[in-house]
């Protein structure tokens, strides 16, 4: 089963081996990833950008500032969020892997590409903001889900999670304590109060 | 290679195993407990307890190529993360065999077992479930009654540490408790509002295994609010074999532990009608071994200790060891349980908490108590749940990017209320466990599960949304879903039976004291014991259960009896 260099089987015992061993990084695991899955430079730049878009740099550092665009690399890579399930009756245009799924950052490059009629990257960044919303947008509408949701869905889910599961979202835009040590079962909630991201419960439940 | 002469064994290390080998060295007898997964240290082996999720590979969200090839049934458990992970079996590794039906079946193979992984919740059944299959006829009547382990409740309580709130409700007694967890505003608002509509329902704080007070005696200190206790707890905040059964049993100096220990078979010696020890394989070098013991106590959890009897059978019991009822195997359960109400809490804006409290709120049965008021079926149901605020993971389900949208996820959301049911399974000969044809890696026969909810089980779930729906409307709140059918078996992780309970040896496994009906020092005190599945969780029953055995165990051992 090989399609763009990929072997499943060769990948998972790689990636199985690199996840066992102490001090396994994210960064090794995508050094790890098979050359068709792995993301080209061009690739990258445009996760992080869209990334940054999502979560742009407010008082604290955005999404692509702090890597999420090689964790949505590896994510995609690994299926995360079920990104790696075969796709029923995929549109004209799609690119599929062998086993039937999406390759989301290919279709995201194609689909923003269409929008901008040329290379999304070379637009000013204005234009990036609103080709982008335009395409978020659109993948919420008003009513009962679509039989096929917008492939968007998975990719933004993935870039929340690699943002509010890194330091800087999960810390410093948010709150993060290991060890509350007490439970205060009704408190004032004031304005600008942040969430917290050591929240199980609430980040299981959404 | 042969281990000799222990007074007991005790197959697993879970919630029930790690409480007999405390009851019965307590007691002062010898006891070997064999473990079939890896040693897990309390405290130093929590290897994932500290980690924030920036530093773990996947962010805590786990390898999900790695779980489709190895954990494919594992990663259904909501708990299951790549912080816990180590605390779940390989599917791969460790399979088995669905037969009619569907079973989805969660499992931890490790020093202290499921104890780890465990949800916590602690509840006594009452003579509504004692009495259950008596009265509509379902199954074969409990030979036990609330007053006969009310004793052992007390007892395991004290132990165990379980927090909660006194109630006074027939269906759901009150315990030995340490001070409750307080109710969030939104969930006290709710129990105020159902109480004045419906006084006979009861929305109380869940009565869980973390300490609110320390257990200095065992090292075990308070709850810190992290809700992370399935990573493993290195304050010793909740029960687990580590945290209390495994420290109080090896203080004697009577305990011998070997993990890495699959059992195979329990042996059975014809002529004198007694089991003489068990075997197993060493699971590192494949290595068969055994040892001989004056009796055998069954912990393998519910499953395990059936296939372990299906599994030794003989000449003598061709059927599997104590099947001479033929119904070992049959009447497995679980609970029916599904999403029966999500809503909208409005009104409590101004509020919000701190701490992460490891417990949710449940509200007791209140069908089919004095009477049978439930619209096609004669049991009951009960919910788990609770009222939170949302967080980062609510913008996947929003529009918008950009500076507004990442201020706007930055603020704690709306408050939400869920009310999760738990319906009683009800006892079918249908719903089996059998040996497969097909093997093991170790060379064992697998498991093969059948199992199927049937109509009394849907028409409960069906009234649990409409009540659900009906109470948080009635509190206020705006009903955004919920769902009237269950998960596949196995989805409440409260398998149970096989192995039933009865006065008749003709028609049951074992009798009131867990003890085999047909051999006198085999005893099964896991919830393969089960003759019913009441909707509570079953736990702390089966410790209460087990206790009680052990007790009556040595009693007969020192009388010469068995």
């Keep these: 089963m090989k399609t763009n260099g990929w072997n499943r089987r060769s990948f998972l015992s790689a990636a199985g081996l690199l996840a066992a061993a102490m001090g396994t990084t994210p960064g090794r695991l995508l050094a790890a990833l098979p050359a068709g899955e792995a993301p080209t430079a061009q690739q990258s730049a445009l996760l992080r950008e869209v990334s940054q878009l999502v ?40 690119v599929l892997r062998a086993d039937g799924s999406l390759r989301h950052d290919l279709w995201l490059q194609q689909e923003l590409n269409r929008r901008a009629k040329g290379d999304f990257m070379a637009q000013t960044p204005a234009q990036r903001h609103a080709l982008l919303a335009a395409l978020d947008a659109e993948a919420f509408p008003e009513g009962p889900p679509p039989a096929q949701p917008s492939p968007w869905r998975a990719i933004k889910t993935l870039i929340l999670t690699g943002y509010y599961t890194s330091e800087e979202g999960g810390s410093k835009e948010l709150r993060y304590d290991p060890v509350p040590g007490r439970w205060d079962n009704d408190i004032p909630l004031h304005k600008g109060d942040r969430a917290w991201s050591s929240d199980w419960t609430a980040v299981d439940f959404g | 290679m042969t281990h000799q002469d222990f007074d007991a064994i005790v197959v697993g290390s879970g919630i029930t195993g790690g409480l007999a080998a405390k009851q019965l060295t307590e007691a002062g007898l010898k006891v070997l407990m064999l473990e079939r997964g890896r040693p897990i240290e309390h405290g130093a082996d929590y290897t994932t307890e500290m980690k924030t999720p920036w530093e773990m590979p996947f962010r805590g969200e786990g ?113 030995h408790f340490q001070p409750p967890m307080a109710l969030n505003i939104v969930e006290q608002t709710v129990r105020e509002k159902i109480l004045k509509q419906w006084p006979d329902r009861c929305l109380t704080v869940g009565r869980t295994a ?38 109080a049993a090896t203080a004697t100096g009577r305990l011998t532990v070997i993990t890495n220990a699959q059992v195979e078979k329990v042996d059975y010696d014809p002529a004198s009608r007694r089991v003489t020890g068990v075997r197993w394989i060493d699971t590192q070098t494949k290595a068969r071994k055994s040892a001989t013991a004056r009796m055998v106590f069954l912990n393998a959890g519910a499953f395990n200790s059936v296939h372990l009897l299906l599994n030794s059978g003989s000449e003598a019991m061709p059927g599997g060891l104590a099947n001479g009822s033929g119904v070992l195997g049959t009447h497995i359960m679980d609970h029916a349980n599904t999403l029966s109400a999500a809503a909208i809490m409005p009104g409590f804006e101004q509020h919000t908490t701190f701490g992460n409290r490891p417990t949710g709120i449940v509200i007791p049965r209140f069908r089919n108590l004095e009477k049978l008021d439930g619209d096609g079926f004669t049991r009951g149901y009960s919910f788990q749940g609770g009222a939170l605020q949302s967080t980062w993971t609510a913008g996947e389900r929003e529009a918008g990017i950009g500076a507004e949208y990442k201020n706007h996820l930055r603020e704690p959301g709306a408050w939400r209320m869920v009310l999760v049911v738990f319906a009683e399974s009800v006892p079918r000969v249908t719903n089996r466990l059998a040996l497969s044809k097909k093997l093991d890696p170790l060379g064992v026969p697998q498991l093969e599960i059948s199992f199927n909810h049937g109509k009394e089980e849907m028409a409960a779930l069906a009234d649990a949304k409409k009540e659900a729906a009906t109470m948080l409307s009635a509190a206020g709140g705006h009903v955004i879903f919920g769902f009237d059918r269950p998960g596949p078996g196995g989805t409440a992780i409260h398998e149970m039976g096989g192995a039933r309970m009865g006065h008749d040896p003709a028609t049951s496994v074992l009798n009131k004291w867990s003890q085999a009906h047909q051999i006198d020092n085999l005893f099964v005190t896991d919830g393969a014991q089960m003759s019913s599945s009441a909707c509570q969780n079953p736990s702390l029953t089966y410790m209460a259960l087990t206790a009680r055995a052990a007790d009556y165990a040595v009693t007969q051992m020192k009388a010469g009896a068995i």
């Design chain 2, 63 to 175: 390898d999900a190529a790695l779980y489709a090839r190895d954990y494919p049934v594992q990663q259904l458990n909501r708990h299951f993360t790549e912080f816990t992970q180590n605390h779940f079996v390989n599917d791969a590794q460790n399979p088995y065999e669905v037969g009619e039906g569907a079973f989805t079946w969660f499992r931890s193979y490790q020093m202290g077992g499921r104890s780890l992984t465990w949800g916590r919740q602690c509840y006594r059944w009452s003579d509504y479930d004692f009495g259950a299959n008596k009265r509509d006829g379902h199954g074969t009547d409990w030979p036990i009654r609330y007053a006969d382990l009310a004793p052992w409740y007390d007892k395991v309580e004290e132990f165990v540490g379980v927090s909660g709130a006194k109630e006074g409700l027939a269906q759901l007694p009150d315990g």
């Design chain 2, 210 to 247: 973390n300490l609110t007070e320390a257990k200095p005696e065992l090292g075990r200190g308070p709850c810190q609010y992290r809700n992370i206790c399935m990573r493993g707890c290195s304050f010793g905040a909740y029960f687990s074999t580590q945290s209390s059964t495994l420290p």
């Design chain 1, 55 to 94: 979560i742009p740099r407010t008082t604290t550092a955005g999404a692509g500032e702090v890597g999420t665009g090689a964790f949505l690399s590896l994510a995609l890579a690994h299926g995360l969020k079920g990104t790696r399930a075969p796709v029923k009756d995929a549109p004209a245009g799609w």
